[in-house]
């Protein structure tokens, strides 16, 4: 779904301006309902996520099956309904690595190759887990390869 974030006073405003007989107080109610709904993890009965905004109008139901369509992109929900741009690498640890037979392996234990330390990729955190993994990876062996090198000089 490719939504367009709206907070709620200002889909209520726009709505206003539209249809300027909207009941305000009600459409306020119905959408922090529907809002409700959404954080308490109620569904569609698809199985999707909520479209906050059209179930303020149509009852609890998803983009897809109020209103028959699979694009959402320049329709309004409000913002506090749309998933936050996060991340993966925010809940990934980035200590608690393991070999194949479940023994935790600390790369904070295991000097960084040289390779590593001329890389200008050392000390990126959205590289880290890449990294560890292949230092990791290759601790028995003799030399050390890392086909993700980039010379920082």
Same mark, same amino acid.
């Given at each position: 779904m490719n939504f367009a974030g709206i907070s709620l006073e200002k889909f209520i @405003?726009?709505?206003s301006k539209?249809?300027?007989?909207?009941n305000t107080k009600d459409l306020r109610k119905r959408l922090l309902k529907g809002l409700q709904?959404?954080?308490a993890g109620v569904k569609c009965r698809c199985g999707n996520d909520l479209w906050v905004i059209g179930s303020s109008y149509l009852g609890n139901g998803c983009f897809t099956?109020?209103?028959?369509?699979?694009?959402?992109s320049g329709d309004y929900e409000i913002d506090k309904a749309l998933p936050k741009n996060i991340s @993966?690498?925010?809940f990934l640890p980035t200590g608690n690595y393991f070999d194949d037979d479940g023994n935790e392996l600390n790369p904070d234990l295991h000097p960084k190759p040289t390779l590593c330390l001329s890389c200008k990729k050392d000390g990126i955190k959205e590289e880290e887990i890449v990294c560890n993994l292949t230092r990791l990876d290759q601790l028995e062996e003799k030399e050390f390869i890392c086909f993700a090198y980039e010379n920082k000089y």
């Open positions: @405003a726009k709505q539209n249809n300027p007989d909207t709904d959404f954080k099956c109020l209103t028959g369509e699979s694009d959402s @993966a690498l925010e």
